[in-house]
């Protein structure tokens, strides 16, 4: 079985989300990935997906004539829909920097100009709120003007909600083993970041392939020994060491967590020393 990343329809644009469903049949592989944003907004407007759907339940299977043969289950998640939201605040943000540098072009006493100083205050508005996806700035002598994409408005309605596809009949996964089996690709994105950060994979001062080979086979083995010095530690560390029962106590995989439990067995409190006692060490 693949699983994969967000990915949408195949075409020139998304060639690199990993192989094609045709050729993961060739090789006789079943495959779970989910859609992006495009993909789900033309499933809202095909009606698809209702604002009713979840009323009762928060993932249902779908069906869509887009997709022949395979299984679409959608899922709300009310957490993920208040994350985006605290996001696309951010971009409001973002806007009124860009107001305020729009102003200072305009003002009568030393306004900003140049080209040059007005891209350079807007990357550096760019690179700190990460917006540019969502507006397109055009900068010129003596201003600046922008527009939004749309894309600001066109992502609320979708805030929540994501789409879980694969080509697994429900009888070999169920609805729910499918969304868990998703959702545990975080676990090797996990992997991927450590690598490169913890066990520093990159960069590579090799050039040799055998000698390339060698620095990525220590890394893993450096994450194998890591990964089994965690599992030993959990019930000392900053770590869930009972994966099961905290699934056991959640009434669905896209759900979070309802209460946090406690990761350790804590020592009992010391009881306070009473009123007058003497606490100095020799004793009074």
């Known amino acids: 079985m693949y699983v994969s990343p967000r990915r949408g329809r195949r075409g020139p644009g998304n060639a690199h989300q990993g192989p094609d469903q045709d050729d993961l049949r060739l090789a006789e592989l079943d495959w779970i990935t989910a859609l992006r944003g495009p993909a789900i907004r033309a499933l809202i407007s095909q009606g698809a997906i209702q604002p009713t759907l979840f009323d009762q339940a928060d993932m249902a299977e779908i069906t869509s004539p887009d997709y022949p043969g395979e299984r679409l289950t959608a899922c709300y998640n009310p957490f993920l829909e208040a994350e985006r939201a605290r996001k696309r605040g951010e971009l409001l943000a973002a806007e009124a920097e860009l107001e305020k540098i729009a102003a200072a072009t305009g003002r009568a006493r030393r306004p900003l100009r140049g080209k040059d100083n007005i891209a350079l205050a807007v990357g550096k508005v760019i690179n700190k709120k990460k917006f540019a996806e969502h507006f397109i700035v055009e900068v010129t002598e003596d201003g600046l003007s922008w527009r939004d994409q749309d894309?600001?408005?066109?992502?609320?309605?979708?805030?929540?909600?994501?789409?879980?596809?694969?080509?697994?009949?429900?009888?070999?996964?169920?609805?729910?083993?499918?969304?868990?089996?998703?959702?545990?690709l975080e676990n090797v994105e996990r992997v991927f970041r450590r690598l490169n950060s913890d066990l520093l994979i990159r960069p590579i001062r090799r050039r040799l392939e055998d000698r390339v080979r060698a620095h990525v086979?220590?890394?893993?083995?450096?994450?194998?020994?890591?990964?089994?010095?965690?599992?030993?530690?959990?019930?000392?560390?900053?770590?869930?060491?009972?994966?099961?029962?905290?699934?056991?106590?959640?009434?669905?995989?896209?759900?979070?967590?309802?209460?946090?439990?406690?990761?350790?067995?804590?020592?009992?409190?010391?009881?306070?020393?009473?009123?007058?006692?003497?606490?100095?060490?020799?004793?009074?």
């Open 151 to 184: 894309k600001i408005a066109a992502e609320a309605a979708l805030d929540g909600i994501y789409v879980i596809r694969t080509s697994l009949p429900a009888g070999v996964l169920g609805t729910s083993g499918t969304v868990e089996s998703y959702r545990a």
């Open 217 to 284: 086979l220590i890394r893993l083995l450096a994450y194998y020994i890591t990964w089994h010095m965690q599992q030993r530690l959990a019930p000392i560390l900053f770590k869930d060491n009972d994966p099961a029962a905290g699934k056991a106590a959640r009434p669905s995989p896209v759900a979070p967590p309802s209460a946090p439990r406690p990761r350790w067995p804590r020592p009992p409190a010391k009881p306070h020393p009473a009123a007058g006692q003497c606490t100095a060490s020799p004793p009074c």
